[in-house]
């Protein structure tokens, strides 16, 4: 946009700002004008329909609507632009054409005022599709003025706080979510196609299970009973599979009392389906397939590029036991390796261990955590995991100190979690009482004895792969996106005032 048609506020003082547009306000609604009052305007196009079309809409009278981005107030005739659903489109106003009460009232018109215009399409002397207007309403008045001359809202944190306003100052950034909502959507066509039921579970439960995390603690009045916010679904799911349905998934909020950093929200979306009669073999399986759907669908190829870094997206992905993951990066083989062993040939490495009363299991997935996941940058499944940090997963039959679980990795993050479902409910009750241990011991994130889902097990359910994706982290790396802020609409802040 030419800077020289943004109508500069600068040298004013904001007060005095402030002060003329309520005059101005004042003035509409005495003289029977308010803008406030207006409840519809029947628009019948949108800017980029008609500039990428402008074959067929060529001399034809249209009503378009949207917020003032720009002017260039002259004598008899003027031009602004305004901002819509799909973008910009230039108006073009002439005192002839609207009458010189109506033109002399547009020129009173603020940037950030919305509008509605009726005109003829048409092409200006220097090529720009426009709209040239016999009617134009005021539909809303903007009583503050648009950040930084409408340059750009360049504060982070303020972009972040005020989405509404970063949304009008940097129009890219709506793209990113309709983008978000799109890769969403085809999500939910490769699962419906493949047959899965989309279900809705509780959010608030009274058992917060599924996941080792911090849940948020409510409160409900009429039970007098400490309620928490879900941590994950899986729980839930499970039963669904065991109560008959095959195929189900849920994509929706989770909440976890965690720190916020660029990969960390506390409350943020996730993706979980659960499969019967199959492993975590074909949730791999359904990691590169919902990939590939979606990239297919939104993207040009198969390479992406995030934050510098080309990623190859083609599958199959490579697969890596941890054991095999630890030798390969580290030289370690925890094969050959007792937990003692283990920790001390990790500190002569550096890592740091608070405890070193811990088992072989525990020593292996530090290994990996420290020293590992930095370097998974292309697409990698990590499989294999040890008990001790799966209490929900089947273990493995030929290995029983792992369990037939993997993550996987891309870009050095964790993007998906998955499992063959634990469905013995004699060792899934023994797992939740190695957690209650954990948690007597302090660690809150340790998860809670959940009696019903025994129950539940108790009467069968067969055997399952289940699968969890984190949407965010999706969205960050497929939009290219540095922060988890970047890609929800409205993350959790800090109060200004704390």
């Given at each position: ?256 009392n965690e720190g916020m950093d660029i990969k ?11 499969e019967a009669y199959t492993d975590y073999h ?202 988890i802020r970047d890609i929800i609409l409205f ?8």
């Amino acid at each position: 946009m030419d800077n020289n048609n943004i109508n500069i506020v600068e040298e004013q003082d904001l007060n005095e700002i402030l002060k003329v547009r309520r005059e101005k306000l004042s003035e509409l609604k005495n003289s029977g004008k308010d803008p406030f009052l207006k409840v519809k305007f029947d628009k019948n196009a949108y800017s980029a329909s008609i500039i990428n079309n402008y074959e067929n809409y060529e001399g034809k009278v249209v009503k378009v609507a949207g917020r003032i981005i720009s002017r260039r107030l002259m004598g008899k005739a003027s031009f602004c632009h305004i901002m819509d659903a799909e973008g910009q489109i230039q108006l073009y106003f002439k005192m002839d054409l609207v009458g010189p009460e109506v033109y002399d009232e547009f020129k009173k018109y603020d940037i950030g005022d919305i509008i509605g215009v009726e005109g003829e399409v048409f092409k200006t002397h220097m090529g720009e599709v426009s709209v040239k207007c016999t009617h134009v309403e005021l539909l809303s008045k903007s009583l503050l003025p648009l950040p930084e001359k409408f340059h750009g809202l360049k504060d982070m944190d303020l972009r972040y706080r005020q989405r509404y306003v970063d949304l009008i100052a940097n129009p890219e950034v709506k793209n990113t979510f309709i983008l978000r909502s799109k890769i969403i959507t085809a999500i939910r066509e490769y699962l419906n196609k493949e047959g899965f039921i989309e279900v809705e579970t509780p959010m608030l439960n009274i058992i917060p299970g599924g996941a080792n995390a911090r849940p948020f603690i409510t409160h409900h009045n009429t039970l007098d009973l400490d309620m928490y916010m879900r941590i994950a679904p899986e729980l839930y799911l499970k039963r669904l599979i065991v109560g008959g349905f095959e195929k189900v998934y849920e994509i929706g909020r989770m909440f976890r009392n965690e720190g916020m950093d660029i990969k960390h929200n506390p409350e943020f979306t996730m993706m979980e389906l659960y499969e019967a009669y199959t492993d975590y073999h074909k949730m791999m399986d359904r990691v590169e397939e919902i990939y590939s759907y979606v990239i297919n669908k939104l993207f040009d190829n198969t390479t992406i590029t995030y934050q510098g870094t080309e990623i190859n997206m083609n599958t199959p992905w490579e697969r890596l036991s941890m054991i095999d993951a630890v030798k390969k990066y580290t030289g370690l083989d925890f094969n050959e390796l007792t937990a003692e062993e283990g920790i001390k040939l990790l500190k002569e490495k550096g890592v740091e261990f608070e405890n070193e009363n811990i088992p072989w299991g525990e020593v292996l997935y530090k290994a990996f955590d420290e020293l590992v996941e930095s370097q998974l940058i292309q697409p990698v499944f990590i499989y294999d995991y040890p008990v001790e940090v799966s209490p929900l997963t089947k273990k493995k039959p030929s290995d029983t100190r792992l369990t037939e679980r993997f993550e996987f990795f891309i870009t050095a993050r964790e993007m998906g979690n998955a499992y063959s479902e634990l469905n013995d409910p004699i060792d899934q009750k023994d797992r939740f009482l190695k957690q209650i241990e954990k948690r007597n011991s302090g660690d809150d994130e340790a998860q809670m004895m959940d009696n019903d889902f025994i129950n539940a097990l108790e009467y069968g359910m067969p055997p399952t792969g289940g699968l969890g994706i984190g949407i965010d982290r999706m969205v960050m790396l497929l939009t290219n996106s540095y922060s988890i802020r970047d890609i929800i609409l409205f993350p959790t802040m800090k109060p200004l005032d704390k």
